[in-house]
Structure formats: C-alpha cells, structure tokens
C-alpha cells in the first residue's frame, strides 16, 4: 500500500540534503588555497557527517528499517569527488548505520557501498569532464543508483524485504532521481566554479609574471580604486612599499589637480572597460610627478591601471607654458599700470594674472614703512590666493611687523640690495622657517621693488602644495613685473601729489553745507560746489549758467560789496530766502576774483517764525484756559437754575420757552468753552459713546457759514444713527482739516460730500483695507471735486510737513494730524485721487454699541432716581456755583455739606462720623486743589468715592487718577439729568459693594 507519510519523510529529508549541501559548498569553497588531497579529505569527512545528518532524519518503515537520502548524497560524491572522499564518506556513513542497528543495518551498508560504487564506477567509465553533464544523464544516474538500491533490498530476510520492496519502490524511483537530479545540478555547477577558478589561477601566473617584470607601473584595482596588487616598478614609482600601496587606492596617490580627472578616469574604465589619460600624482615624498595612465577591465569589478612616468617630459611643457604665461601676465600688468590712476585698484587683477601664470598657491605684497622709533617694518598690503589655498592677510603678525621680529633681518638686507630671494622652504635658515613652515609654505620666490631709487617693499610668489624650482627665464619675466611695479608707484606718487591741493579744494567745495562758487574778474563761474549748482537753480533759474549777472532779487554788483545786516546779503527767489556773502581773493597772479558763499535761510527763517507763532499761541492758550474756566463756573450755575426752573409748574408756557432759550444758549456758550480749552489743549482727551451723524450735522452747519459760498456741502447716508467710541473734539478737528483742505483744493468752487455707511465683514480677507478685523465699520468719505493730488505725491501726503501748497500756505500737518487721530480711535485711512477730477478720503471707525450716554455701561440699564438721604460733600470754591448745586442735590433729596476747597474739606471729614457717602468736587481750587484732596484721601485709605467736576481735566491725568480709584467726573457745566444719573450710578455701585459677603 502507498505510504504518503513515508513520500513527506523522504521529501523533508531530500530537502534537508539539498540544505546541507547548499552549506558545505559555501563552507568548502573558501578553502581552495589547500592542498587537493587535504580539500579532498574535508570533502569526505564534511559528506559524512551531511550523511549522519539525514540519517537522523529518516523515514521509518519497521522498527529497525530506515530509508533517507544518503543513496543520494554517496552516490554523487563516487560521481563528483573520486575515490578518496567517497572511502572516507562511506566509512563513516556505514559505521552509523551499525550504530543505530536493527534488521536493517547491514542492507543499509550494502546499500552505501552499491550506490557509492556505482557513482565511482560511472565517474570513471565517462570521459568528458563533468561541468559538462546534462539532466538527463543525472537523471538517467539516480533511477540506475535506486534500482540498485531497492535490489539491495532482497538481502532483507524475505517477508520483511517484499514487504519494503511493495512499500518504497514507487517513492523511491519517483523522489530519489529527482533528488539526484537537482544535487547533481548543484555540484555541476561547482564543477564548472572550480575549473574557471583553476583557469583563473593559471592566468594570473603568467600575468603575475609578466606585471611583475614589467617595466613601468601596474596597479590591479577593485571596483572601487582600492590596490589589489602592485608590481615592483609601482613601488619604485610612487617611493611606497607593496604593503602601503596596498592600504591606499589610486585616488590617494593622485596630486589634487589630478583627482577630478583620476576620478573620470576611473568611472570611464568602469563604464567602457577601458581609459586613458595624464594624470598627476604625488610620491611619498611629496613631490609631483606625471603619469601616462591607461586603464583596462580584467573583469567584473577588477582594473588594470598601467602608469608610465612621464614627469620628465610634462616639466619641461609646464616650464614653456609658464614662460609664456608670465611674458601675457608681464604684458597685461605693463598695460594696467600705464593705465593706472590708482595703482592700488590694480594689484588684485595683477597679482591674480600672476598667481595663475606662475602656477603659484599665492601671490602676495608688502610695503615697507617706518615705525615710531625709526625701526624698519613691513605691512601685508595686497594678496591673492588659489582657490584651494589659505589666504594669511589678515593675519596680525604680519602688519606693522619688523623684520628682526619676524626672523628675516637677511632678507631686508638682501632685498634692499636689490638681490630676490629664491629657494624652498627647507634650504631656509631655521629662524626663517619657523613662520613660513607655519602657514604651510614650502618653496617662494620674493622680488624687490624700488621706487624712487629706495627699497619699498617686495613682491612674493609661494607654494603649499610642493617645492617649486624657477627657471631663470621665470625669474626674469618676474623681476620686471616688479620694476614696472615701482615705476609706476613712482608715476602716481608724482600725479598724487600734483592733484592733492586741487582734490582737497573739491573735497571742502564739497563738503561744506553751504553753496560756494568762484568768480573770475568778469563774473564767470569758474568753480561751484554742487549746493550752489542748485541754489543757482533758483537764483538764476539755470543751474549751468556761466556768467552771473544777478542773483535772486538782487544784481551781482551790489552782492559784492560788504553787508550792512547782520545776515549779509538777504536774496528773495521766489518763497524762497537765501543770504549772499563776497570775499575778495587776492595775491593771485590772475586779475581778482571772488569767493561766493549762498546759504539757504528759507528754513531757518520760517522755524524762527513758527517758533513765535507757537510761544504767543502758547500764551494764547494759557490765558484762555484761566478765562474759560471761570465761565464754566458762571454757565454752569446759569444753566443748572434754567434747569431747575423749567420744572416749575407755575410757569406760563412763554416762560419755559424763554428758559428753554437761555439753558440753549447757556449750552452753547458751554460749547465754545470747550473749543477754547480745546485750542488750549486742556480738556480731556476722552472717547466716549458717540452719534457721529449730529456731529457731522453740526460741523456742515458751522462750513456752510464759513466756506466760500460757491462750494456746496452735502451729507449722503442711509443710516439713522450711527454710533462710535471717539473722542468728539478729535473727531471735530478731523472734518475740518479735511474740509479745509478740500477748499483749498477748489479755489473756483465745486462739490464737497460726506458719505456715512456701515459696512460688516466676516474675513480679514474681506477687509477694505489691511489690518482691519471683522466685524462692524463705519465708512466715512469726504469727497471733493478739486484739482486732484499728482501720483507721485500720494505716498508722501501723510508725512508731516509735506504739502503740495505754496510756501506760506500750510505747513503739511493737518493730514499727519487726521491720519494719527484715525489711529488713536483703532480706525484706517486711505487715500484715492486723479488730477483734475478731485480727491476721496476714506475713514473706517469701529461700530460702537449703543449705551446711554454718560452712565457707566454697568449702570446703565439702571434709571436715575431720587436720593434717599445720603450725605454728599460738596467741595466748590465758586461761591454762585456751590450754592446752586447745593439747592440743586437738595432737591433731589441728598443732604448736602460745603467746603471751598479741599483742605477745608479734609477739616471737615475728621470730624464726621460716620463718613459721607459721596464727595462732589471741583479740581482747580486755592490752598488744596480735587486731586490733592482725592490723593490724600488714597494715602489715608479713606474709601469715600468721588466725582470730580472740571473744565479742562487732562488725558493723563484722568488714566491716573482712574488708576486710584476715581468713580467718575463730569465736564462744566453739568446738565442736571446727567448729574442726577451719575451720582445715582456711583452710589448704587456702593451700595453693592458694602452688601457683597
């Protein structure tokens, strides 16, 4: 019966095989440098144990009856490996089947030795070499082997052997030959490996025989440039040893002028299998040397690099292009230095021709100069090194060094002598060495250089890479590069100092801030700086002009007298003002002549004018501040009485229309008030919530009476209201600066119109302008129909003083002033305009949510109502004003107590008990002012809160005294709803306080 557990045992084990096979050939391969009987011996004893190994691995038939692979495995070696490494295979194969013994033992032996047998017996029989063994003839081997094999079975006692022969002959003849056959095809293979490798070794001994007598370099290479072996002209060639040439590849013997080429080289042999080439190369000594190199593939990844020694021949090319190159570099220098104005700009060009066309690593220049206590020195001027070298200019050792310092007190006595220095570094006396070793030169050439029959310094050529040797044709062409060197410092020290005198006068008409210009005896300008090349523009409206007749206003003749002002001459040209002084020259050999100096006073004059004009608006403004804010006093009492008296019930209804007229008028009284404290700059600069229609409303009223009538003023809106957070005073100043502007812009008349829209975005990118955030704007244009600003002048028209005005007519600030209130407010400017249709100013303002006006946002959902006997300090030194708003407070139901000031006021609270709950105060007061007294409230920890009542309380002032604690204050005059709510506001916010836990 077929046993398909049996065909998987012997399937594991065929594979097994084949395994341990693939190992031992990786294993054996390595060791052909032995001796055949010693490789056939490990053959024998490695297959024996790959024996041993399958056997382990049986497929069991009966207790006893095992069957593997070891047919297979003995009867290739017989076939593959002879005599001697079957014998010892088969002995121990047989020896291990005794060991694991059974009634099957001595068949497995017999098997062993059959199956070997045959294997030698066919090895023997074939003639041709066995790489050339085909499949069939394998195949054809293992079913003869097995065949034998299962005969070998009958020698079994006979039930057991026909039982076996029933069981095994199928998987046997099936597996075994197919086992034998892809073993077989394993060891073909290494067959045909051991006869290249044998072909291979008796190439490289004749080729070994014929590199190592060859003549010139040879040098096996891998694939990646590393020596493989040399031969002796190699190490002759390069002064190495084998085994140092060894640890190096080819790139580490090239000079570096050769590697990108040696590289190519080398990548062209391996892509074409073959190149050529002359490269340079270095010797263990360092000296540069020339090969012939021609590169061929041996195989794979395997060069051969043939190099003959060619430096010969290369030196004296190099020694003829050199020649030839320093006779163009001499040439080009003689042509730059007949050219020279500076022979300084030259040096770099030079000395750069002549670095490349002595193959030098760097070229270098010094001057020699005098030190403080006479001693000879030399400083590094000029240098140019290769790219691949060290520049050392910079180095401070070698500026202002001395020559004895530095080691080379022979070299300034050979070189004043006029005799060069020409030597390597290592023929140098050692003191010479020590700096010149440092900085990694080995051979240098220094020239002299005379000027004016006196050593002034020399001219140096040095090699890092290797020692250079000078041909005298080199030193010659070299030394006349010096020579014309000196001659032409020579030259140029001679025109230099020729033209000094003149270039200083340039450089002082130059110089000075002033315009200056030099008039012959017949008016000619013989010379003028460029300051009066342009006052000459305005002067004499021609910036060229030759001869001068009259300058400004003025003729030239009265210009050239002595001046009776103390500014000289005073010159108008146009709205400009200039002064004019004449100075004779005289001990000149020419006819007289006259030095003009033109100064620029337009400037100078019109900020002494402003300067006035500031000092008396200054005084102006103080004296309008003391007046307005005594009427603030008078208009607040007389309109908190008006007030007061509308409320009566008995008036008749022309009385409260007259009250209602005098509160009107007193309001607008007020108004003006706070545009004198607004000249004076004393209110406070506050925002606060803001309907920007009456405002804009009010302002067109007020340019309707004061604009030319023949400009027409509209206001175009959709909205109904439209509130901001501003500051209306700024916001004022801002619609008049525009509105002036655009007057001045329409001197014929035309149409001048203020759009208000709201507009909203969701995305920075939807913004008008940059830097906007979204959410809600006010848009305000002013548009007028003027003449238009010119492109040029529109990036510049927020600048201070800019304007495109006549001088004398504005002075640039009003658009600097309109664009910094538009910032302060969080808002944004543009500006768009076209000559000769007009100009549109476009105002963004964030939208500000509506709250009543003059309560704190807290406060405000919270309506005014009448006191409930609280005590309420009231400070006011205007006696009218005190007692009006102390009838006005107990009215309202507040009890009121009065102080002058605030040091009476301090009196008074020292000896209450308890304290008020709120302090009503004026802030400009005798002997203590409102903030002294709220101060010394703060320092005493007194928590009483206050109102202040004020005029003109300052910006700063009202942020800091907020910082202390301040509850809020209320501009005169206080209208009474106002005052009234806010005192409600901050005495409810106590009342919170004290019942919070």
Request: aromatic share 10%; hydrophobic share 50%.
């Given at each position: 019966?077929?046993?398909?557990?049996?065909?998987?045992?012997?399937?594991?084990?065929?594979?097994?095989?084949?395994?341990?096979?693939?190992?031992?050939?990786?294993?054996?391969?390595?060791?052909?440098?032995?001796?055949?009987?010693?490789?056939?011996?490990?053959?024998?004893?490695?297959?024996?144990?790959?024996?041993?190994?399958?056997?382990?691995?049986?497929?069991?038939?009966?207790?006893?009856?095992?069957?593997?692979?070891?047919?297979?495995?003995?009867?290739?070696?017989?076939?593959?490996?002879?005599?001697?490494?079957?014998?010892?295979?088969?002995?121990?194969?047989?020896?291990?089947?005794?060991?694991?013994?059974?009634?099957?033992?001595?068949?497995?032996?017999?098997?062993?030795?059959?199956?070997?047998?045959?294997?030698?017996?066919?090895?023997?029989?074939?003639?041709?070499?066995?790489?050339?063994?085909?499949?069939?003839?394998?195949?054809?081997?293992?079913?003869?082997?097995?065949?034998?094999?299962?005969?070998?079975?009958?020698?079994?006692?006979?039930?057991?052997?026909?039982?076996?022969?029933?069981?095994?002959?199928?998987?046997?003849?099936?597996?075994?030959?197919?086992?034998?056959?892809?073993?077989?095809?394993?060891?073909?293979?290494?067959?045909?490996?051991?006869?290249?490798?044998?072909?291979?070794?008796?190439?490289?001994?004749?080729?070994?025989?014929?590199?190592?007598?060859?003549?010139?370099?040879?040098?096996?290479?891998?694939?990646?440039?590393?020596?493989?072996?040399?031969?002796?002209?190699?190490?002759?060639?390069?002064?190495?040893?084998?085994?140092?040439?060894?640890?190096?590849?080819?790139?580490?013997?090239?000079?570096?002028?050769?590697?990108?080429?040696?590289?190519?080289?080398?990548?062209?042999?391996?892509?074409?299998?073959?190149?050529?080439?002359?490269?340079?190369?270095?010797?263990?000594?360092?000296?540069?040397?020339?090969?012939?190199?021609?590169?061929?593939?041996?195989?794979?990844?395997?060069?051969?690099?043939?190099?003959?020694?060619?430096?010969?021949?290369?030196?004296?090319?190099?020694?003829?292009?050199?020649?030839?190159?320093?006779?163009?570099?001499?040439?080009?220098?003689?042509?730059?230095?007949?050219?020279?104005?500076?022979?300084?700009?030259?040096?770099?060009?030079?000395?750069?021709?002549?670095?490349?066309?002595?193959?030098?690593?760097?070229?270098?220049?010094?001057?020699?100069?005098?030190?403080?206590?006479?001693?000879?020195?030399?400083?590094?001027?000029?240098?140019?090194?290769?790219?691949?070298?060290?520049?050392?200019?910079?180095?401070?050792?070698?500026?202002?060094?001395?020559?004895?310092?530095?080691?080379?007190?022979?070299?300034?006595?050979?070189?004043?002598?006029?005799e060069a220095i020409c030597d390597h570094v290592r023929n140098l006396p050692p003191d010479e060495q020590a700096l010149l070793q440092t900085i990694g030169v080995r051979s240098l050439l220094v020239l002299p250089i005379e000027v004016e029959r006196k050593w002034w310094g020399f001219l140096g050529f040095s090699y890092a890479k290797a020692e250079h040797a000078w041909s005298d044709a080199e030193i010659e062409a070299l030394r006349a590069v010096s020579r014309a060197l000196g001659v032409t410092i020579e030259r140029l020290a001679t025109r230099q100092r020729v033209r000094q005198q003149a270039d200083e006068l340039a450089q002082i008409m130059e110089g000075v801030p002033e315009g200056l210009l030099l008039l012959d005896a017949e008016d000619h300008v013989r010379a003028a700086n460029p300051r009066a090349r342009e006052y000459l523009r305005w002067l004499t409206h021609d910036a060229e002009s030759t001869q001068l007749t009259h300058l400004g206003d003025q003729p030239l003749a009265r210009l050239l007298t002595s001046p009776t002002d103390r500014w000289g001459h005073l010159v108008k040209a146009g709205q400009r003002t200039f002064e004019v002084r004449a100075q004779l020259v005289e001990h000149t050999p020419e006819p007289a002549s006259w030095v003009v100096v033109i100064r620029d006073l337009t400037n100078e004059l019109f900020v002494q004018e402003q300067l006035q004009r500031q000092q008396r608006l200054a005084a102006i403004g103080q004296l309008a501040a003391g007046i307005a804010h005594d009427f603030n006093n008078l208009m607040s009492v007389i309109i908190l009485y008006a007030q007061m008296m509308v409320q009566s019930s008995a008036l008749s209804a022309q009385d409260r229309e007259r009250l209602g007229v005098i509160e009107r008028q007193g309001l607008r009284a007020a108004r003006m008030i706070r545009q004198i404290l607004d000249f004076s700059r004393r209110t406070a600069i506050e925002r606060q919530q803001l309907d920007l229609l009456p405002l804009l409303k009010e302002q067109i009223k007020l340019l309707q009476r004061t604009l030319p009538e023949n400009v027409r003023i509209e206001l175009e809106t959709p909205l109904q209201e439209c509130f901001v957070f501003a500051d209306p005073a700024q916001l004022e100043q801002v619609v008049m600066n525009l509105a002036l502007n655009a007057r001045d812009a329409m001197p014929e008349g035309g149409e001048l119109r203020f759009m208000v829209e709201k507009i909203e975005f969701a995305h920075e990118k939807g913004a008008p302008l940059p830097g906007m955030t979204p959410g809600e704007w006010i848009r305000l244009q002013v548009r007028d129909t003027g003449v238009g600003i010119a492109p040029e002048h529109l990036e510049h028209i927020f600048e201070p003083f800019f304007t495109t005005k006549p001088v004398g007519v504005g002075v640039g600030l009003g658009l600097s002033q309109v664009h910094g209130i538009v910032g302060q407010h969080g808002g944004h400017i543009s500006v768009a305009s076209e000559v000769g249709v007009g100009t549109t100013v476009t105002i963004f303002l964030p939208a500000h949510k509506v709250l009543e006006p003059g309560v704190d946002p807290a406060a405000a959902s919270s309506p005014s109502s009448p006191g409930r006997g609280e005590v309420i300090l009231l400070v006011e030194d205007e006696e009218a004003l005190r007692s009006t708003l102390r009838e006005v407070l107990e009215g309202w139901n507040y009890r009121v107590l009065t102080a002058t000031n605030g040091k009476e006021a301090l009196a008074i609270l020292e000896t209450m008990d308890p304290l008020p709950d709120l302090i009503l105060s004026d802030v400009v007061m005798p002997e203590m002012s409102g903030i002294a007294l709220f101060k010394t409230l703060h320092q005493r920890q007194v928590n009483i809160p206050i109102i202040f009542l004020s005029g003109h309380l300052r910006g700063e002032e009202l942020d800091q005294l907020r910082q202390y604690g301040l509850q809020a204050w209320l501009p005169k005059p206080p209208g009474a709803a106002l005052l009234a709510q806010t005192i409600a506001s901050v005495l409810q916010k106590r009342v919170g306080a004290t019942n919070k836990p």
């Open positions: 019966m077929f046993d398909f557990s049996g065909v998987q045992a012997l399937l594991y084990n065929g594979a097994l095989l084949l395994a341990m096979a693939l190992i031992y050939d990786v294993i054996v391969s390595s060791g052909r440098s032995n001796a055949l009987w010693q490789r056939q011996i490990a053959s024998g004893i490695s297959i024996g144990v790959i024996g041993i190994l399958v056997m382990l691995t049986p497929w069991v038939l009966e207790p006893g009856v095992i069957f593997d692979t070891r047919s297979v495995l003995l009867s290739l070696t017989g076939l593959f490996f002879g005599p001697l490494s079957s014998v010892i295979a088969v002995l121990i194969t047989a020896l291990f089947r005794f060991y694991l013994g059974g009634p099957g033992a001595l068949t497995g032996v017999i098997a062993i030795l059959v199956t070997t047998w045959i294997g030698v017996a066919w090895r023997l029989w074939r003639k041709p070499s066995l790489a050339s063994i085909s499949w069939r003839e394998l195949y054809l081997f293992g079913i003869v082997v097995h065949l034998a094999m299962l005969a070998a079975m009958l020698t079994l006692p006979w039930p057991l052997s026909l039982s076996v022969l029933q069981t095994i002959s199928l998987p046997v003849l099936v597996i075994y030959p197919l086992a034998t056959l892809f073993l077989g095809l394993l060891l073909k293979l290494r067959r045909r490996r051991e006869l290249a490798v044998e072909a291979l070794e008796q190439s490289e001994f004749r080729y070994r025989s014929y590199v190592d007598n060859a003549p010139h370099g040879v040098f096996v290479l891998d694939g990646q440039g590393r020596c493989q072996e040399v031969n002796p002209a190699a190490c002759r060639l390069t002064g190495r040893t084998r085994g140092e040439l060894l640890q190096l590849s080819i790139f580490d013997l090239l000079a570096p002028q050769s590697l990108d080429d040696g590289i190519h080289h080398f990548e062209q042999a391996r892509r074409e299998g073959h190149a050529s080439g002359e490269l340079a190369y270095r010797r263990k000594n360092g000296e540069v040397g020339w090969w012939s190199a021609a590169a061929i593939r041996l195989s794979g990844d395997r060069f051969l690099e043939y190099a003959v020694d060619i430096t010969a021949r290369k030196q004296a090319e190099q020694a003829l292009h050199r020649r030839d190159a320093l006779l163009e570099a001499l040439s080009f220098a003689a042509g730059r230095f007949l050219e020279a104005e500076q022979w300084e700009e030259e040096m770099p060009a030079i000395l750069e021709h002549l670095g490349k066309a002595a193959e030098a690593d760097g070229v270098f220049l010094f001057q020699n100069e005098t030190g403080p206590s006479g001693k000879l020195l030399a400083s590094f001027r000029f240098e140019w090194v290769a790219p691949h070298a060290v520049g050392h200019r910079d180095n401070p050792l070698l500026q202002h060094a001395s020559y004895q310092t530095l080691g080379f007190s022979r070299w300034a006595r050979l070189l004043s002598n006029g």
